[in-house]
């Protein structure tokens, strides 16, 4: 991804108008946007923000430079533990703020009313994540966690894990998702497996396993609507 900024947009960050933005003016770039919120975000004086944006490769998505830099998968010289530490606390307020609307009740599980959390919170990772989230009877969110992490093609699921987490929670139903690194929508069988594994384990509990989404290249697809649970 490129971000270079001209001179005249070589400018301190406190005049950056963090509300909005005038396509017809200086910062008409999206790139250049990306760079300039970054750096403030982040705390990074703009000229060795410009320079990490600049060498990155031009195929790589922002979602995925932002967790890569997060987690400390993505190395640049220029890059501090500050800035890093800044990040990730901005992540997770983001995180904090897009739970709010997902612990309101519902009639029913609808799957589309997770979907742009879970894209939020997956997409980009150059490793899987496996992730839960534990509702109520009404289907409000009581916690949303990362219970594993993997490699590029796989994360290990135990199921004692996920099934002692939602009774910590006295959660009456769990989703689950993890993300493909490969950009793929496409479930694998140890995909399924897992999914008809969870679902019994936590039906022994009185625990409805609800839904099991896959998220890739900014992408969901439910499990659910496949027939899978």
């Not at 939602?166 to 998702?177: D, F, I, M, P, R």
Request: glycine residues 6%; contains cysteine; neutral net charge.
């Amino acid at each position: 991804m490129r971000g270079k900024l001209s001179d005249s947009d070589n400018r301190v960050y406190e005049s950056i108008p963090s509300e909005g933005w005038d396509r017809q003016g200086a910062w008409s770039s999206e790139a250049a946007l990306a760079t300039a919120m970054l750096g403030r975000v982040c705390g990074l004086p703009m000229k060795d923000m410009t320079q990490l944006m600049d060498e990155q490769p031009s195929s790589r998505r922002l979602d995925t430079l932002i967790r890569g830099l997060a987690n400390g998968d993505i190395y640049h010289r220029l890059w501090t533990e500050s800035a890093k530490a800044r990040l990730r606390a901005s992540m997770t307020l983001h995180s904090l703020a897009a739970q709010e609307p997902l612990r309101q009740p519902l009639p029913s599980y609808d799957w589309r009313r997770f979907e742009s959390f879970m894209v939020a919170e997956l997409s980009g990772g150059s490793r899987e994540m496996f992730m839960a989230l534990f509702l109520d009877t009404q289907y409000r969110l009581l916690s949303a966690e990362v219970l594993f992490m993997g490699s590029v093609d796989c994360a290990p699921v135990y199921t004692r894990v996920v099934a002692s987490r939602a009774l910590a929670h006295q959660s009456s139903s769990v989703v689950v998702a993890h993300n493909h690194p490969s950009g793929t929508l496409t479930p694998s069988h140890s995909d399924v497996a897992v999914t008809q594994k969870l679902s019994k384990a936590l039906m022994l509990l009185d625990i409805r396993l609800l839904d099991h989404l896959i998220v890739a290249d900014g992408r969901c697809l439910s499990l659910r609507n496949l027939g899978f649970v």
